[in-house]
């Protein structure tokens, strides 16, 4: 068997994310079926596993380990919604959880926890859920919130917090991920660059690698097209609506460019999970499977992973 690439960065592990195969909600009759995600992941060569909406895959920890193990895959990392932490009435609930979550995905040694923050808007209907702005009480009992999860994940599950930037939330641009890394705890609060989301918040990944290489825990590698992304803003379109639009884009299309960022992230010389997600919702199901084999190719042109010809 010959190898038409091999591993150029060894720290960095490639993965996979149920949001390439269009999987953005628990349950969703746009959605393929749990298991034939899985089924595909496998085929297009992934071994390693973020599981996303918390409830689409199988919610035993027997189940989860039996369908991923017989597959090939390793999980190592869950995702959670969180609740609206600027109102600490909410905390009950998303710990709540939270718990739940970290406890399956614990028992199946994961490391990690993608906080998404909660939108303003509804990722369905594109319809406003939430005020656009905090002000500073909010934010500060978020940032209190933030860091009082991430100490309930290390200390019980020994889990990690990788707080995920995201579009039409209260932290998407520079501004607020330079703010939430200034208001969270270190020990508690890691970071998941979302190369993707970080484009749509009109800023560079690159410098986000530069200017905080101890705080990026845990990657989401994807493409934005900037001329999309530019319509986006100029009709005012909220998240959802640009992705319909095909907003996130195959690699080598859109931006970042993939070859000078994952050279940036192996420069950071350190272990870090690589997750390969684009923002497919909805998507013709004959599009993620082989999609997801020429991302993974093309990343391993990258020296990201490696692939067999």
């Not at 406003?128 to 002000?135: A, F, I, W, Y």
Request: glycine letters at 8%.
């Amino acid at each position: 068997m010959t190898f038409a690439n091999s591993e150029k960065y060894p720290k960095l592990t490639l993965g996979i994310a149920p949001d390439s195969w269009g999987v953005w909600f628990p349950e969703d009759d746009k959605q393929i079926a749990p298991l034939d995600t899985l089924d595909q992941m496998a085929e297009a060569g992934f071994s390693v596993l973020e599981t996303g909406p918390f409830g689409y895959f199988p919610s035993t920890a027997e189940q989860l380990k039996e369908e991923t193990e017989k597959r090939g895959l390793k999980v190592v990392a869950a995702t959670t919604q969180s609740g609206a932490l600027y109102d600490k009435g909410t905390w009950e609930e998303t710990e709540k959880v939270m718990r739940a979550n970290a406890e399956l995905h614990a028992a199946l040694g994961a490391e990690h926890v993608v906080f998404l923050p909660p939108s303003f808007i509804d990722y369905k209907t594109w319809q406003p859920t939430e005020d656009h702005d905090l002000n500073d009480e909010q934010w500060h009992t978020y940032m209190d919130g933030l860091n009082h999860m991430g100490k309930i994940l290390k200390e019980d599950y020994n889990l990690t917090l990788q707080l995920h930037s995201h579009g039409d939330t209260h932290i998407e641009t520079r501004a607020d991920i330079d703010r939430m890394m200034a208001d969270t705890n270190p020990e508690y609060v890691s970071f998941c660059l979302d190369t993707g989301h970080v484009v749509y918040g009109g800023e560079d990944p690159l410098n986000i690698i530069r200017d905080y290489p101890e705080r990026i825990g845990y990657v989401h590698i994807k493409a934005m097209d900037v001329d999309i992304l530019k319509e986006a803003r100029k009709n005012g379109w909220p998240f959802g609506e640009a992705v319909a639009h095909g907003v996130s884009v195959t690699p080598p299309k859109g931006e970042p460019e993939m070859h000078d960022l994952v050279k940036a992230l192996a420069d950071l010389d350190k272990e870090l999970y690589v997750i390969i997600e684009q923002d497919l919702y909805p998507v013709d199901p004959k599009f993620p499977l082989p999609n997801a084999i020429a991302t993974r190719k093309f990343l391993a042109d990258c020296g990201l992973g490696k692939f067999e010809e």
